[in-house]
């Protein structure tokens, strides 16, 4: 009752909000909304299944290319191009997902790292496919989306449309298998559930919407560089997720605003940017563990309302 | 032909062991994966290079400003431990991680602020500026002070854990945490020595690498995933598996960049990504620590 009332408030505002800033603004404002989905996506294993990939820019990477290519080289639509997209970074992620979900924990953050740097490489090396270090320049979405409010609201709806996806995903038993597994794997076993089977499937929706989210940077910022796939950038989502709050599903979203704006308010003035940000996180993990959210969460929502259960991510709630 | 090429990946192997040895004590005695383990290895350099910029006269500039370079950087690194590391040793991985992977972005931006944005180079002592014969073949004569270091150090890093009394007690903290506590070992003492001497050996690696090529920043960005992968090889927390992990790594890299130079780097991230699905406690790791 009480979220559906700050949903349609925020959806509200969202809809409001190009007519009431400048364009700077706007463009802020899709980034965050970009950035937010693929923390969203990220936040499917993290939060919901307990692992820390160190390498989901790798398929943010690879729908980003793979929409790039398509704008640049065929006269497909740019929606198929985005289905094309979820699907080239859903079967790049089964491919390594199959092999990292045999891991948790350390090793599995590493091994996400290095097939992420190996994905990173490969478009690196690969002039003649990828453009190598050059990127790929002049990707320019259709007519219609020339207009940047027009494109803001064309990425609302469809990050909208997603988060709404993954929403129903997380709270169907399949959502509730994951969390069983992330709080006890060997007890999930126990009940007859393949936990691999399960691991990969969501290791492959993760990567799809990360997909996604990467397909729709590349009209929105015209050019595409393979910095968008290394591990500085599988950095973010991690640093949204843990600033917004891992155990709510909006946390990571929260984190994308606050970590956008912050980085549009920031290098305004000062170029130490990655000083501002590390200084930020390290305050968070210290002193904030669980994010905003788990802190609106422990001093808003009344205790005999909701039981909290410690976290399993030393953050405190249940999700809300 | 090959045999230079051996040499110059022994020695990048050599660089490879003095970064990833540290980092591998850190994780098996503390377990605590430090990201920041290369960019204060990068501090090791511009500080080396600050301290031989200020001896410009002294006949044993160099000599002497590695070893004051990896000194104060054992002294940061002990106050990182003791202000930061220590706070978290009982959160989750995910937020020791964190920690780790901002101090990077600090360290880097100060780095930026103290030393500027321009490359810095030593020129190198007399001692070893020119090239020696080895077997006809032309060798860097400073890739030997460097391979010479990196295996003085790993006998001493063996001889220490092995032979000592405090070696001993690290090695006991590595099983049992509460056991050596029980003995009445202040833990939290043994840990801020152990970060310490990581990074002190960080540090070491960082001043002998200033001299190399040109000191620039963000160098640090490719080492410490190279050292992680190492690490991952040989095996955490194990000394003969990140000595040899090193070398292996250093070596298919030297030879790897003269048959397939696009594909090198891409290699070693082939070969950490199939020691961990085959064996994810590395070559000479144990099973139990997994």
């Known amino acids: ?320 | 032909m090959i045999f230079a090429q051996f040499m110059s990946g022994l020695s990048r192997g050599m660089m490879l062991f003095l970064i990833a040895s540290g980092l591998s004590l850190i994780f098996g005695v503390m377990n605590i994966l430090n990201f920041a383990h290369a960019a204060l290895w990068l501090v090791g350099a511009y500080l080396c290079y600050t301290f031989w910029y200020l001896m410009p006269n002294a006949a044993l500039g160099l000599w002497l400003s590695i070893f004051l370079a990896a000194l104060s950087l054992a002294a940061v690194g002990w106050i990182i431990e003791a202000v930061l590391i220590r706070r978290v040793y009982d959160r989750e991985l995910s937020e020791q991680l964190l920690l780790t992977y901002a101090l990077v972005l600090i360290i880097d931006d100060l780095i930026k602020i103290v030393w500027g944005v321009e490359d810095k180079l030593i020129a190198r002592p007399p001692l070893v500026a020119g090239p020696v014969f080895i077997f006809g073949a032309p060798l860097d004569s400073y890739f030997i002070f460097v391979i010479c270091v990196g295996f003085g150090v790993a006998i001493g890093l063996w001889w220490f854990l092995k032979k000592t009394r405090y070696g001993h007690i690290v090695r006991a903290a590595v099983f049992s945490r509460e056991m050596v506590s029980a003995l009445g070992i202040p833990i939290p003492r043994i840990y801020t020595g152990v970060f310490a001497l990581g990074i002190f050996i960080a540090g070491l690696a960082g001043a002998i690498q200033a001299p190399v090529g040109s000191i620039t920043l963000g160098m640090d960005m490719a080492v410490i995933i190279q050292a992680f992968c190492v690490v991952v090889i040989g095996g955490f927390g194990s000394l003969l598996g990140t000595f040899v992990a090193s070398l292996v790594v250093g070596e298919v890299y030297a030879f790897s960049i003269l048959i397939w130079p696009e594909g090198a780097l891409a290699l070693i991230f082939i070969v950490t990504a199939l020691v961990l699905i085959v064996r994810p406690w590395g070559l000479f790791g144990t099973p139990a620590r997994t």
């Open chain 1, 1 to 320: 009752m009480k979220r559906s009332f700050w949903l349609v408030l925020v959806f509200i505002v969202a809809l409001a909000l190009p007519s009431v800033i400048g364009e700077f603004w706007v463009h802020v404002a899709i980034e965050i909304l970009i950035l937010g989905l693929f923390a969203v996506s990220f936040n499917m294993l993290f939060g919901y299944m307990g692992q820390l990939s160190f390498g989901h820019a790798a398929y943010f990477g690879v729908g980003a290319y793979a929409t790039g290519l398509l704008l640049l080289k065929t006269p497909l639509p740019l929606p198929v191009c985005f289905f094309i997209s979820m699907a080239a970074a859903g079967l790049a992620a089964l491919v390594f997902g199959y092999f990292c979900v045999r891991l948790t924990g350390i090793y599995f953050a590493i091994l996400t790292m290095a097939f992420g740097q190996l994905i990173y490489y490969i478009i690196f090396q690969w002039y003649a496919f990828t453009g190598g270090d050059n990127g790929l320049q002049g990707i320019v979405p259709p007519g219609w989306l020339l207009n940047v409010r027009h494109y803001y609201y064309f990425t609302l709806f469809i990050v909208i449309g997603a988060l709404v996806v993954m929403w129903l995903i997380s709270a169907s038993p399949f959502g509730h298998t994951m969390r069983a597994i992330r709080d006890n794997a060997e007890r999930t076993r126990f009940i007859g559930i393949n936990v691999r089977r399960y691991m990969l499937i969501n290791f492959v929706i993760a990567g799809m919407f990360a997909g996604l989210a990467g397909g729709l940077l590349g009209p929105f910022n015209r050019s595409i560089a393979p910095d968008l796939c290394n591990w500085q950038q599988s950095g973010i989502p991690v640093f949204m997720t843990v600033i917004g709050g891992p155990l709510a599903f909006f946390g990571p979203m929260v984190g994308a605003v606050i970590y956008t704006l912050l980085f549009a308010l920031i290098t305004g003035f000062t170029e130490y940017w990655p000083l501002t940000i590390g200084l930020v996180i390290i305050l968070v993990v210290l002193y904030l563990p669980g994010g905003v959210l788990g802190l609106v969460q422990k001093k808003w929502i009344p205790l005999h309302s909701k039981k909290l259960t410690p976290g399993p991510n030393g953050g405190a709630g249940e999700e809300i």
